[in-house]
């Protein structure tokens, strides 16, 4: 399968600080990337569709200017998850698409906020 | 915009005996069903796909059925064994647009 880098996989930080995780395809380009956030025990839910060279498409609910999207070439996309605060702690993972529609996920990142 | 469901939420069954996990879409138009094992703190892995234009698909111990009348689509998982307790998560989509979830199936092998 395609090979989908995450970093970091951890992140502590204190409230009110900017955090950016990265996605890399690293065997094939991804004109589009896909951003999740998953809670423990729970499933997968779909905050943004990032396309290479435009804006990204948010999903109902997910505050564009709090978690900002950047797909600035075929094979990175960067999320950064600006002034962030406890409910923000979440696990993010990032996942990019074949051409023949198979997804394939990022490592995730655990991201806790204190 | 689509809506899937999946049942159970939790199963367990005795090491060698079969699992099955189900799901129900609501888009006809979705054509594109994967199933993903997630094991704890890890990513989820494609462990199987299928599309519209086919009704059954078997690798090794693992299958999965597509019904598209009755919009729904099965994982069976035979001669399970310890290491297949995870996870799973039953997807569905239309071309070009994004992969919905159900909500998972914690499945335990009992040894």
């Known amino acids: 399968g395609a090979v989908v880098s995450q970093h970091p996989s951890r992140v502590i930080c204190k409230s009110g600080t900017s955090v950016k995780i990265e996605c890399r395809s690293l065997d094939f380009q991804a004109t589009t990337m896909f951003w999740y956030r998953q809670f423990p025990k729970k499933s997968l839910m779909l905050m943004a569709t990032?396309?290479?060279?435009?804006?990204?498409?948010?999903e109902q609910g997910v505050e564009k200017d709090k978690f900002l999207i950047n797909h600035a070439s075929l094979t990175l996309s960067t999320l950064t998850v600006t002034s962030a605060h406890p409910e923000d702690s979440s696990f993010y993972i990032c996942?990019?698409?074949?051409?023949?529609?198979?997804?394939?996920f990022g490592s995730g990142t655990q991201l806790s906020v204190l | 915009g689509e809506n899937v469901e999946q049942h159970p939420s939790t199963l367990s069954v005795q090491e060698g005996d079969s699992a099955v996990i189900k799901c129900t879409y609501s888009d006809s138009a979705s054509n594109y069903f994967p199933w993903y094992k997630q094991e704890l703190g890890k990513r989820p892995q494609l462990i199987i796909d299928?599309?519209?234009?086919?009704g059954e698909k078997k690798d090794q111990r693992i299958a999965v059925t597509l019904n598209k009348t009755a919009k729904h689509f099965s994982l069976h998982i035979t001669e399970t064994q310890p290491e297949d307790s995870a996870v799973y998560f039953c997807a569905a989509s239309k071309r070009n647009t994004p992969l919905v979830f159900g909500k998972g199936t914690r499945l335990s092998v009992i040894a």
């Open positions: 996942s990019a698409r074949l051409v023949n529609e198979k997804l394939f």
């Open positions: 990032s396309n290479e060279g435009s804006k990204a498409t948010y």
């Open positions: 299928i599309r519209s234009n086919v």
